[in-house]
């Protein structure tokens, strides 16, 4: 069974800093794309970052240059580095992972990030 567990939410004052971590399990990911979604209170899911399989990364304008997005194959995980957060960055984020990202099967439940003013 495929699960996607996520982990490092919590909450942090404006200019903070906080890593998302991502571990699956019951399949190698290797060969899959990673990403991160987030979805705010009253707005619809939208995509954050994500990671080809080959490293290629692509992210959100709103977070460039503030998130980086990587993976650690060998420990089928995939992380957020989030920094110079802001109360707009506020959502409960969602790792998601397959082929296509935009069409993932796969995700996790949620960890919540709440950015304070």
């Known amino acids: 069974q495929v699960q996607l567990v996520e982990s490092g939410g919590g909450l942090v004052q404006a200019g903070g800093s906080l890593r998302l971590s991502c571990a699956a399990s019951?399949?190698?990911?290797?060969?899959?794309?990673m990403g991160w979604f987030r979805r705010a209170p009253g707005k619809e899911r939208e995509f954050v970052a994500a990671?080809?399989?080959?490293?290629?990364?692509t992210y959100a304008d709103s977070v460039k240059g503030r998130f980086t997005i990587s993976r650690d194959n060998a420990k089928n995980t995939v992380y957020l580095q989030m920094n110079s957060l802001k109360p707009e960055d506020t959502a409960v984020y969602y790792c998601a992972a397959d082929r296509n990202i935009v069409v993932s099967r796969y995700w996790g439940q949620g960890t919540q990030v709440t950015v304070s003013s």
């Open positions: 019951g399949r190698t990911f290797s060969s899959y794309a």
């Open positions: 990671i080809s399989w080959n490293d290629d990364s």
